[in-house]
């Protein structure tokens, strides 16, 4: 019989679980506290439980915890971690290392169903959901888990398209039963899916970043299938809605490519667009690739962009590449062993 995996649950389904294999109620908050807080591997190491609940636990249940099974390692510091999930698939986890935190960018699903046009992880196609487990997982079995300073989900697949699963994993990791992050700490990504966007903002206090990489709604509809559901403008309507002015946050995404999004027409209508609503826009190098014609813009390009998006109350910023040779950096994320 397949074991059911602990390492996900929230504290209610932790307090079932205990009531199952005759455990008192309380051991709920003496197993999250093991899970969450001192990260076990192994039901055997929560030495509170009575050996008799421990034995009983082991009979239906495992921690859930599953080590990578493959690293790749950039010259800039940057690693990229390949773990199996529940699907029969497997994802890539990313660490990046800087002088003053240390980031760790999560998968949410095995490939993408967005099919945006410059990204490698779309073209894999969709191969299933990830489990709270196997979010959970890729934060707390690198051997980096200790250093963590911040989260972003931002890997591969599309966070609000496994909504259920994402609220689950950031309430694990921001509640107080379970690891007792700020939500400061973590920044989820989106290409703009209302439905799952909607239920982020009102469910998490979890920061922002979204994919918009150009401001005319029918030329990013050229790059991100997404726009002819869900417009850019609706988008943007429902953000506004929210408090971004305190200590929650949103940023904008955007891969800057050469005579598709660099021009004054769009700094201009980025700057129409965003009036008003406090935020950040991270312009991002395009890694070229053999499997999209687009290019990145020139250094020139990218620097006119932040330059006049600064001078025009925008805050804008440069975002160095990371991992670029080990195909970690933004959107190279394939899941394949060995690839450098």
């Not at 932790?14 to 051991?27: I, Q």
């Not at 609706?234 to 506004?240: M, Q, S, T």
């Not at 305190?246 to 009036?275: C, M, P, W």
């Amino acid at each position: 019989m397949q074991k059911e995996y602990l390492l996900g649950k929230n504290i209610e389904e932790l307090r079932e679980v205990a009531l199952n294999v005759g455990l008192p109620a309380f051991a709920a908050k003496q197993m999250a506290d093991w899970l969450y807080k001192k990260r076990v591997a192994t039901i055997d190491e929560m030495s509170n439980l009575s050996k008799k609940g421990r034995e009983a636990l082991n009979q239906r249940y495992s921690v859930g915890r599953i080590d990578p099974t493959h690293k790749a390692e950039s010259v800039d510091g940057t690693k990229k971690y390949l773990f199996p999930v529940s699907c029969g698939e497997k994802v890539e986890a990313v660490y990046i290392p800087s002088a003053d935190r240390a980031t760790l960018c999560i998968s949410t699903q095995a490939g993408c169903k967005m099919h945006c046009k410059f990204c490698m992880t779309g073209t894999l196609g969709f191969h299933g959901q990830l489990t709270v487990c196997d979010m959970l997982n890729q934060i707390f079995s690198i051997p980096e888990a200790d250093q963590l300073t911040n989260i972003v989900v931002m890997g591969m697949g599309e966070p609000m398209d496994n909504v259920d699963n994402l609220l689950r994993t950031l309430e694990v990791m921001t509640a107080e039963w379970g690891c007792a992050w700020s939500p400061r700490r973590i920044t989820v990504s989106t290409v703009g899916l209302i439905p799952g966007l909607e239920r982020f903002l009102h469910e998490s206090e979890c920061h922002l970043a979204v994919s918009l990489h150009n401001p005319f709604s029918r030329e990013r509809e050229d790059i991100m299938p997404v726009e002819k559901a869900y417009r850019l403008k609706e988008v943007l309507e429902l953000i506004k809605q929210f408090d971004f002015a305190h200590q929650r946050r949103v940023s904008f995404e955007y891969i800057v490519f050469a005579g598709v999004n660099d021009t004054i027409r769009h700094a201009v209508e980025l700057q129409k667009i965003l009036r008003g609503l406090p935020c950040r826009i991270n312009l991002i190098r395009f890694h070229d690739s053999d499997q999209c014609e687009l290019k990145c813009a020139s250094d020139e390009r990218i620097a006119f962009l932040r330059d006049y998006l600064n001078e025009n109350g925008i805050t804008t910023t440069i975002r160095q590449s990371r991992g670029e040779d080990i195909l970690a950096a933004c959107g190279m994320l394939i899941a394949k062993e060995g690839n450098q």
